[in-house]
């Protein structure tokens, strides 16, 4: 498998990955220009894509879906609840391109198999993804509030995971926001801590080199910096080798990280 975040964060979030046959993109939440631009980066048609999948219907998820859509005839997959609280807010689709994948099914796109499981999200019916290829495994896990027992069990053994590191409890606490979308982001229903990733990741880490991008940072809540040695430092405590036991990538806003092989 070959995967490339295309755009992590607060503005935006989009996720690329391929087979040998299959190309296939998990949400696009920048616009559909940007999602392009950042195909292009990476060396990728956008008219090869083979379906898109969404994960939960917030804006930062879907700004790029319908175009993306009717631009290149793509199927969108997601769940029966997603669609409906997606009605009205990506335009106009061919019904041929309104695709099921419920919550909980795992589903073959050519020779990549897609398993997706619920989250803790204020959303309609938010899912997170396992996919695989041969014996590799890729979790993606962003958007929730916390990590259940059940997500890390799901997760458990993936070769790379992108997992959210969204904020700092003390820079959120600090900042600017309102107290109610503070009390949200920090509710069990709205985003992982840099702390609650790094416990969630040691808990499911075996060290044997599982590569772990550290997705859906805040603009204004967190640093790349910040998010990195938190978890570094609670992977440490763990008895983890960061570098060898467990590599730690960042994620941008805005631009694609390189691609990378399993």
Sequence with gaps: MRFSILASGSTGNSFYLETDQTKILVDAGLSGKQIEAGLKKIGVAPSSLDALLVSHEHSDHIKGVGVLARRYDLPIYTNSATWDA?????????????????????QDFGDLTVETFGISHDA????????????KKISLVTDLGYVSKR?????RDSHAYVF??????????????PWNVKRRILSDVGHLSNE?????????????????YLAHLSLDNNMTD????????????????????????????YEPTRMDTL
Excluded: W
């Design 151 to 155: 997500i890390k069990d799901k997760v």
């Design 196 to 212: 609650l990733a790094g416990e969630s990741l040691s808990e499911i880490l075996k060290g044997q080199g599982e590569k772990v």
């Design 86 to 106: 997606l009605d009205g807010q990506i335009g106009s689709l061919k019904e041929q391109q309104k695709c099921l994948l419920e919550t909980g099914h795992v």
């Design 124 to 135: 309609a019916e938010p899912m997170g993804f396992c996919f695989y290829h041969g014996d």
């Design 164 to 177: 959210e590191t969204n904020h700092d409890v003390e820079m959120l606490r600090m900042g600017s926001y």
């Design 226 to 253: 910040l998010a990195r040695l938190t978890v570094q430092n609670i992977l440490e405590e763990a008895g983890f080798e960061t570098g060898k036991d467990v590599k730690l990538y960042d994620t941008h806003p």
